[in-house]
């Protein structure tokens, strides 16, 4: 089966394409009847809406926001929301395609969807950022909900963002509805631990499986592409476990240390950093770090270098198509965690393959934020509020034992851990799938 982005988008086909045919592989090993396949080929429903801004200025400015709902099988729509320049239709299909299966393959109670908008948020003030992201809620709050579509954050997007658009939607429907957006900041119905939710999961997912491989703190390098919210966290983790990390980087470039870079020193310089403080005398409140790491003394790297790098493992966490066919013969790294959505193409898994590369995919990996977003979800529905060590708990039991259970179907179908995912996730839509019987088919 080859999904399809819908025809009129024909220019953007790629992104999604190439997500959706790693499903093929997974076909093989699943029992899935044709009425569930035939709904998974396409997005449910694909939003695309102009948000007007009225800029700091006076000028107005007009700008492209999407909202997509893939699938709803199994609850409400659940994703991110990116704020960046590449974001397109195309992009927010595949990144809604991706948290379907993210989310069955975790077994929560939701379908996947995602969001974005079209801009590069750093040229944008606080209060133009502001007005954008109320703007947007303004635009899609019909198509949204705690029980039908709830948002979170991603790329470029944090806890402040989420605090403002859960206020409008609160506005719009002249109630509190903490359970539309997760990723709040605690003081609005946050969760606790949900800040580096994504981080911790991965981090238990890496513990669960490195052992397996003989690969132990001291025996284990580790090169990290992105330095952000998932990226950044994860470093500390692994650091504090006595893992070597030895790069990382931002979207200026990377640095290197042979023998392990201290990972405390450079968060607290791109907290702390000479651009950060000029950039808070200029602005009300920075919410995006200005400076680079490229910035701190060691020596440096480019993005695509330190994909080169030889390590044990290598962890993309910044964007999609990071390794592809071009530099995918050229990666060095034994092991692969995908922390980033989508950073290895399908030509690129097949080459890395081939070269016995082990690589841990994405919905699992990285699913860690999402489970922490419906433990909020939960936590705002019961107006109960559990402690940060509640929360981790249940984040890790969840994490080792989804890990633990792809890695069966992998091990007992000798197949790769991303299609063994995709089984997994798949026999768990496929059941919903079937059980919601035929009714949808005659609705006009
Ligand atoms: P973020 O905005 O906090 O950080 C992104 C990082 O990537 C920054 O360090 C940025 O400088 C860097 N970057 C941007 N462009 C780059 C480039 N061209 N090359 C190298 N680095 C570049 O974002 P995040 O929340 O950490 O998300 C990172 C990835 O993890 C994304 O793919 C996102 O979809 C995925 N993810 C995030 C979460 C979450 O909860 N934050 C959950 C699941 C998946």
Known sequence: MTIQAPAHNPSQLSLLSDASSRLEKALHHVVLSNDALGRLRFPKASLSVSIPVRMDDGSLRVFQGYRVRYDDTRGPGKGGVRYHPHVCLDEVQSLAFWMTFKCALLNLPFGGAKGGITLNPKELSRHELERLSRGYIDAIADFIGPDIDILAPDVYTNAMVMGWMMDQYSIIKRKASPGVVTGKPLALGGSQGRDTATAMGAYNVMTHILPKLDQHPGNTTVAIQGFGNAGAALATFLHQAGYRVVAVSDSEGGIYASQGLDIPKIREYKRDSPGERLRQRH??????????????????????????????????????????????????????????????????????????????????????????????????????????????????????????????????????????????????????????????????
Not at 305 to 320: F, N, Q
Not at 336 to 345: L, M, R
Not at 372 to 386: A, D, H, L, P
Request: charged fraction near 20%; include cysteine.
């Open 283 to 444: 602005s009300i409140q920075s919410i995006y770090c200005h400076d680079t790491v490229c910035n701190i003394g060691e020596e440096i790297i480019s993005n695509g270098d330190l994909l080169k790098l030889d390590v044990d493992v290598l962890i993309p966490a910044a964007l999609e198509n990071q390794i592809t066919a071009a530099n995918a013969g050229e990666i060095q790294a034994r092991y692969i965690f995908e922390v980033a959505n989508g950073p290895i193409s399908s030509a690129a898994d097949e080459i890395l393959d081939g070269r016995g590369i082990l690589v841990f995919p994405d919905i699992l990996v990285n699913a860690g934020g999402v489970t922490v977003s419906y433990f909020e979800w939960v936590q705002n529905r019961n107006g109960f509020y559990w402690t940060e060590a509640e929360v981790g708990d249940r984040l890790n039991t969840k994490m080792v034992a989804e890990t633990a259970a792809t890695w069966a179907i992998a091990q007992e179908k000798s197949i790769s851990m991303r299609t063994a995912a995709y089984v997994h996730a798949l026999n768990r839509l496929g059941e919903a799938l079937d059980a919601k019987g035929t009714q949808d088919d005659y609705l006009s």
